[in-house]
């Protein structure tokens, strides 16, 4: 896109007015944003009238621009739909290539939630896991969700929590957890062994939205026995699955 598109004004507008907005304003006038981009104000004022008729921005009280909140709303809640529906597409493919039970989860305070799944005949497991929380220090997707979150925040979110045991090889602290993170950051997905309940491995990565924010986690989970000798094939399947995923809810693939 040319800088000089009127277009390319536009956003360049729209970014100038989220700058502020980063820096502790409530927007910006035509006065502050042309100095911010060092621009004709007449040019300036006739790009942000025109990101305000698109819905990009809206008008504070005092008549300064700012950002139609109610854009990134309607965009998160694409996300959230596109997570249900493009990612049973994701489980469906993902499932079909590994013959495992294949799960999509978020984070709910300190625990995971299934919102979706797909479990072939193949993978042997009965019951669901829909909608059931699961403490998220030794859940198959407890590591993708918290992939980016600093250290301080993993701290917060368990400062409360008692770990307790659910297989042979569940984390014991927060240090612990932490640790394993690491590990699953440097291998660029995690594994879950024996963590949750004994016998049970799983592969997990997480899919981040147009914000860049890990929305979910999308895991192949199944008996060790079984996972672990493929573990590498899958893997590059669910590096590929999650590459796909990301591309349909928004995310920088």
């Known amino acids: 896109m040319s800088k000089t598109s009127s277009m390319g004004r536009g956003m360049m507008a729209v970014l100038a007015v989220g700058e502020r907005h980063t820096e502790g304003y ?18 300036v004022s006739r790009s942000l009238k025109g990101a ?46 590994t013959t495992e039970a294949c799960f999509l989860g978020v984070l709910s305070g300190n625990s995971t939630v299934t919102i979706a799944e797909h479990v072939p005949p ?18 198959d997707a407890g590591q993708a969700l918290l992939w980016d979150a600093p250290e301080e925040e993993v701290r917060r979110i368990f400062q409360n929590v008692e770990f307790v045991r659910h297989g042979p090889n569940t984390p014991t602290s927060v240090e ?14 995690s594994i879950v062994d024996e963590e949750a309940e004994p016998g049970l491995y799983s592969l997990s990565a997480p899919i981040r939205d147009f914000k860049g924010d890990v929305a979910a986690a999308l895991q192949i989970v199944g008996p060790k026995a079984r996972l672990e000798p493929r573990r590498e094939h899958h893997a590059l399947v669910l590096a590929s699955w999650r590459d796909w995923l990301e591309t349909r809810v928004g995310g920088s693939q």
């Open 26 to 43: 409530d927007g910006g006038t035509v006065a502050e944003v042309a100095a911010r981009l060092d621009k004709d104000r007449s040019q």
């Open 176 to 189: 612990d957890f932490l640790q394993r993170l690491e590990s699953a950051r440097s291998r660029g997905y």
């Open 122 to 139: 193949a993978a042997n497991l009965v019951g669901s896991w829909l909608g059931r929380p699961y403490p998220a220090y030794c859940s």
């Open 52 to 97: 305000l008729q698109e819905g990009f921005l809206a008008r504070t009280p005092d008549r300064a621009y700012c950002l139609d909140w109610s854009l990134l709303t309607d965009a998160q809640l694409v996300t959230e739909q596109r997570l249900r529906t493009d990612g049973l597409a994701a489980l469906e493919g993902l499932a079909a290539e």
